[in-house]
DNA sequence: TTGAAAGCGCTAACAA
DNA sequence: TTGTTAGCGCTTTCAA
């Protein structure tokens, strides 16, 4: 940290010593040098031990931009499983866009496989399928099951896969890309009994038992309220099927009956519908809603004050990310610093609801 | 958006054509395809058409990463101007460094340029010298003043400035990077006046009446919750001239005087004594305390529930991002996507307090 | 076990 | 106005 702002790095060596460098400093040939550093082929132990001792000398570092000039002559394939007719999905394929543009000139190809119907055995055999084709590396949203447990432990032997939006846990899949949904669901939590302050009930809906990631959240969010103390929370998980029609009913009838409803929190689909249910009832003003993901109907009810605030996960980045994390590891041999790269838990409220994702670290321009 | 999920993009020919294809389909020498793509020296109007028609065909698309490897042999330097002692400097200084390392195989080479007296006459001494030793680009979180301001404009017609975290409007300089403050302060007045609902007074605190961001965030804090209605704000902007003895000693005060006081925001320096002196005071849990940046002291007060909430600002990518923009302008010409390049404005209760940043992003791994 | 040479895509200096 | 050549740093044959 302070050697950060400290270091005297103003040097014209900015580049640093190369292997050619090296090669004539030890009196060898280029490729020894080169075989010396990635341990292929044999090489004279005295040699080797020359070679790495000027080496660290000279602080060498391998070139990335060479590197993967001559890498991309192998052109690698990643396979990506995408879960077809979800809006997240939409979302996350603008950053799996720009990751392909991105790392194009890098010898990376992207084979897309969507599917809608989301079952263990149709996701083993896309798995199957990918690894018939020969792609270096797979990137996916797990179906949680042992079928899939399976098949990707199988093939995680031979390529690295990588899971996004949905882990699977106990695999031997590299890391996993998405949300932390119990802390996420407790960020939520917490910014409702601060804003209800014990004073009446709160009702949690989720678009599916079914789906691990609605029930964190509300798992999550029942804790931090819990943790609070004094708040009242309805024990019943109302689904909403993830439709909209489903969820203007729940909070309809939630608002007519509950007399002392003071929140809802809604974990899954329907944000839209809970949104204008709430509005149509005109108790927007007294009853806090909180949501999930930035779709633009929840955007809206957060721009007109329906919604109090919505929880975010950067779907751009977990399109993006896999790639780059693939490409570096097959590439540089660079493993992920964590097992589980969380992204981060973005508190949208009316006055940040527009803010930009990671699309401003990328090139993205929206003309995709 | 669409076109993101559907298109067949599993093609063989990630790399794309080349110039040295071109050239031959043209049936014309890679140098002259060179020299017609980037209009330098003379080429035949025809042949340059026909060049640019299969260009056009072929959807020719430079390889970055040679033109890169091209452009590292004549390295370029950076200047930074960084005010030291100031801790958002630190932070910002790990995503420098981050970029320095990653950019020094693109033949970037970073001058850091540290100065603990921020005024607009050292400012400009410390461009002149920059401009005297030939850097290629300046980064710098500028002093608003009319000599600094005329300076960067001298020196921003013969070499591009960023300015980040603090931006100097009205000059040439390429862009600015950081955060919208009066939206920052929106964002923390709009959850403040949930948390309150009408109820007692709010006061805000400032770290100095001459740092415009401070004023800023105050400003907009004070218009969302006036748009929120019926909120009671103390007209007094308290300076606590960044010092946590004086914050102290203010928050003690104002607890005790303004018996309904109901909320503090504090906007600068200061948090710690503020938060030190509403948990002495047995308060904390009845009046909301909203900061902003994530100081140690400030992430630990959320933590403690002393702070309800904290608004950061990601100093790693204010601190990274210039390089990048300033690279990829001078390397490929690439413009920045917007003049000002707002970074989010991150809210942060307990449960997402310690949530990794653009860290993620990168390869920075907290070792350096 | 090691060296020499070729080539990735792009640019630039030099010739023609 | 155009072609040729060399070279960036790295890897990978092919010879020796």
């Not at 990137?139 to 432990?153: C, F, G, L």
């Not at 790269?341 to 609801?353: A, C, Q, Y």
Request: charge should be neutral.
């Amino acid at each position: 940290m302070d050697e950060c702002l400290q270091q005297e790095s103003w040097r014209k060596d900015v580049l640093g010593v190369t292997i050619k460098q090296i090669a004539q400093m030890v009196g060898v040939s280029r490729g020894t040098v080169d075989r010396a550093i990635h341990g292929r082929g044999d090489v004279n132990p005295e040699v080797k031990a020359r070679i790495e001792q000027v080496m660290r000398e000279t602080g060498y570092r391998p070139n990335t931009v060479a590197k993967a000039l001559k890498t991309a002559q192998t052109p690698m394939t990643f396979g990506v499983l995408i879960p077809a007719g979800n809006r997240f999905y939409e979302d996350a394929a603008k950053g799996l866009c720009e990751a392909e543009e991105v790392y194009a000139p890098y010898g990376v190809a992207i084979r897309r496989m969507e599917e809608t119907e989301l079952t263990a055995v149709r996701q083993a055999e896309q798995l199957a399928q990918l690894e018939s084709e020969n792609v270096n590396g797979i990137i996916m949203t797990a179906v949680d099951d042992p079928v899939v447990r399976q098949a990707v432990n199988k093939i995680a032997e031979k390529i690295p896969v990588i899971t996004y939006n949905s882990d699977l846990t106990d695999t031997r899949r590299l890391c996993f890309i998405g949300q932390d949904h119990i802390a996420a669901g407790r960020a939520s939590g917490t910014l409702m009994g601060k804003m209800i302050r014990r004073e009446g009930t709160v009702a949690v809906l989720v678009g599916s038992k079914h789906m691990l990631a609605h029930l964190e959240r509300a798992e999550g969010f029942r804790q931090a309220l819990r943790e609070q103390g004094g708040n009242t929370v309805l024990p019943e998980l109302y689904e909403t099927h993830e439709s909209d029609g489903r969820a203007y009913s729940l909070v309809k009838w939630l608002v007519e009956t509950q007399c002392d409803l003071a929140g809802i929190c809604v974990t899954g689909g329907g944000q839209a519908g809970a949104g204008a249910a709430l509005a149509a009832s005109g108790k927007a003003a007294d009853i806090r809603l909180a949501c999930y993901d930035t779709l633009p109907e929840t955007i809206q009810h957060v721009k007109d004050g329906v919604a109090d605030y919505t929880i975010a996960q950067d779907p751009f980045l977990q399109g993006y990310l896999p790639v780059k994390i693939l490409y570096e590891y097959l590439a540089f041999g660079t493993k992920p610093k964590r097992e589980k790269l969380f992204t981060r838990i973005d508190i949208r409220v009316k006055d940040n609801i527009m803010d930009a994702g990671y699309e401003l670290f990328t090139g993205w321009n929206g003309k995709r």
